[in-house]
């Protein structure tokens, strides 16, 4: 096969309690394989992560430690295929066929009575000296009665005359409906950020200042029956005190207001966290 073919295996361990629902302690995420088959032609066939978001879904592709609470809008992961097309050094495209667009929270999708094929696309542009554009959607019906269509935008700004400085933004919606239960939900979710190195340093080191806002609403019958938002301003110091890029010592602090319109309550939260990342080369 030479380099015409790639796979990949992570595998998770996480501190579970064993909730029902609770990932459990040793968690295989993803396990797919790549086949470039044809000049700038692609398969991906397995379990690989959602094709939705900004965010990256692992710590060391993340600008923070944490990653906010948008996230809870990109879905989980992802079982199936997706046709992966670089129509040009800038364009590349990806078509997903998936049984279910998040086979994490939904027990359902894997049994032989709710087994679905759900499409999704993930555009991204890349423009030189400026930053990379990307573009997605996606749509799963779970049977019947009910559907989900969600879409995002989202950037990445580097400016080639300004390198230290990294901006990125992104907007996500969706919205789900049951016929049979009179019920529909909407979800928006917003994300801006700016990371700066700081120069003339002993090692690497840069800030990362990133606002979220996620608001929900659910009606029933045509009336709003459960209403909320939360917003998350997170500061983050990441650094390279080795000067090796494959060992990071990070700290962050968010500060998360939510509200509850529905039940009139308001909550607010701060969480300091401190992080240690080794990259295996």
Do not use: C, M, Q
């Given at each position: 096969a030479g380099d015409k073919v790639t796979a990949q295996i992570d595998v998770e361990w996480n501190n579970t309690d064993g909730t029902p629902g609770t990932r459990d302690a040793v968690y295989l995420e993803q396990a797919y394989?790549?086949?470039?088959?044809?000049?700038?032609?692609?398969?991906?066939?397995?379990?690989?992560?959602?094709?939705?978001?900004?965010?990256?879904?692992?710590?060391?592709?993340?600008?923070?430690?944490?990653?906010?609470?948008?996230?809870?809008?990109?879905?989980?992961?992802?079982?199936?295929?997706?046709?992966?097309?670089?129509?040009?050094?800038?364009?590349?495209?990806?078509?997903?066929?998936?049984?279910?667009?998040?086979?994490?929270?939904?027990?359902?999708?894997?049994?032989?009575?709710?087994?679905?094929?759900?499409?999704?696309?993930?555009?991204?542009?890349?423009a030189a000296d400026l930053g990379t554009f990307n573009l997605e959607a996606g749509y799963d019906n779970f049977n019947s009665d009910s559907e989900e269509l969600s879409l995002g935008a989202n950037a990445t700004i580097k400016l080639a005359d300004y390198k230290p400085l990294t901006l990125a933004a992104e907007v996500l919606w969706r919205s789900a409906n049951d016929d049979a239960a009179n019920t529909e939900s909407t979800d928006i979710g917003f994300l801006a950020m700016a990371n700066h190195t700081i120069p003339d340093m002993a090692f690497p080191m840069s800030v990362t200042l990133m606002l979220q806002h996620v608001q929900s609403e659910e009606e029933a019958g045509g009336t709003t029956s459960a209403e909320g938002d939360v917003t998350e301003v997170a500061l983050a110091l990441l650094t390279n005190p080795t000067g090796d890029s494959h060992y990071g010592f990070n700290a962050e602090v968010a500060y998360a207001m939510a509200n509850d319109d529905t039940a009139g309550t308001d909550s607010d939260s701060i969480i300091v966290s401190l992080e240690a990342i080794a990259v295996i080369p």
């Open positions: 394989v790549n086949y470039a088959f044809v000049d700038k032609l692609s398969l991906t066939t397995g379990k690989f992560t959602t094709y939705a978001g900004w965010v990256a879904a692992d710590a060391d592709g993340l600008y923070r430690i944490n990653a906010g609470p948008i996230v809870a809008l990109y879905g989980g992961e992802l079982v199936g295929a997706a046709l992966n097309y670089s129509a040009s050094d800038d364009l590349g495209i990806s078509l997903f066929l998936v049984n279910g667009l998040d086979v994490e929270t939904e027990a359902s999708t894997n049994t032989n009575d709710d087994f679905r094929v759900s499409p999704a696309i993930d555009l991204v542009y890349k």
